[in-house]
């Protein structure tokens, strides 16, 4: 009898904790299992519209480099008996550089000036014997005769004429070595740090010159700008004498100020990152103010202001609701009232939009 009480005991629990199971899922499924929660009704962002001044503006990126650089380039070829400056050392205008051995040149020199006075001798010597032979020359009696006599006397003419472009080309090229001689002691052209070809294999200053070899640079480091390379879809909206903002990427708080003096017609077409292959990139040069933590090869960022209006009627962009041609807002009429309002827009940029009618400055618009 107790073992049919104890079963009738457990299937009694059993049928309990399934019914409460199923009362569970059915509370769950049907009625959402959670008792219903009044909803808020949707907030109302409101934005002033102000007046304001608008700016429209590109953004570039590129390098700082120096605006002067005078080359250097070695007058003849020669032996360099002395060097006066060093490598990045500050050098005046005027200042002797280097000075080159002179020996040579004025060999060559003094060679071209012997041929050049023995030619003028052959030539004097050459007319008077001409002259003698036509005093003494019997008068040609036949036809052949005289036509042998004329065409001596033109091959003489011409003769005299090639001496002539000789002697001159003789001249002009003494010319040039006693200017190369006097170049010999090479002053600097202009002032500022004196900075040998990196280039060069021994890293050093060379001993030996060829003729018109390059040297190295004379840099004026007051004077820098920045080159920054424009897209396509930019390079028109930029022009000469826009006001620029740039920063530096070594010296982040640092702004500098500066002006765009000329912008490129000319594409220099870089290799793209995608499929299209060639994008064409434009130059525009940017003049800076002198600072001391400005150098040639620094990495550079700027804002070009293509675009200002002062005393805009502004309103943010997030508030506009454009419908084709159309814009509009919702004005706050006040009292929770707010109306549809038709406007004409001006000057856009992503974070404000000009305002030309429909709106006035005090007014509020919201978004819903």
Known sequence: MKRIIKKAVKWVIIAGIVAAAAFILYTKVFTGGEPEVAMEPPQVISFPVTQESMTSSVQVKGRSQYQEETLVYAPFASRVT?????????????????????????????????????????????????????????????????????????????????????????????????????????????????????????????????????????????????????????????????????????????????????????????????????????????????DEHLIGGLSLSGEIETLRKDNATVVSSIAVIHEGDQAFVMLDKGNGQYERTEIKIGMETSEKTEVLSGLKPGDTVVLQ
């Open 82 to 290: 002395a060097w006066k400056a060093e490598n990045g050392g500050q050098v005046t205008k005027g200042d002797i550089l280097f000075t080159l051995d002179q020996s040579a040149l004025k060999n060559e020199i003094a060679t071209a000036e012997a041929t050049i006075r023995k030619a003028k001798l052959e030539a004097e010597l050459n007319a008077f014997l001409s002259q003698q032979e036509d005093e003494a020359a019997v008068p040609a009696g036949t036809e052949a005769e005289r036509l042998k006599a004329l065409a001596a006397r033109e091959s003489a003419r011409l003769n005299d004429e090639l001496n002539e472009v000789n002697a001159k080309i003789q001249e002009q090229e003494l010319s040039d070595k006693r200017a190369k001689l006097n170049s010999a002691v090479y002053h600097a052209p202009a002032t500022g740090i004196f900075l040998y070809d990196s280039s060069s294999e021994s890293g050093e200053r060379p001993q030996m010159v060829a003729d018109n070899q390059y040297i190295g640079k004379i840099v004026d480091l007051g004077k820098l700008e920045f080159i920054a390379l424009v897209g396509e879809q930019d390079i028109f909206r930029i022009k000469q004498g826009m006001k620029v903002q740039v920063k530096m990427t070594a010296v982040k708080d640092l702004i500098l100020a500066g002006e765009v003096t000329e912008v490129s017609k000319f594409a220099t077409t870089t290799a793209g990152q995608n499929t299209a292959g060639q994008v064409p990139q434009f130059e525009v040069v940017i003049s800076l103010q002198p």
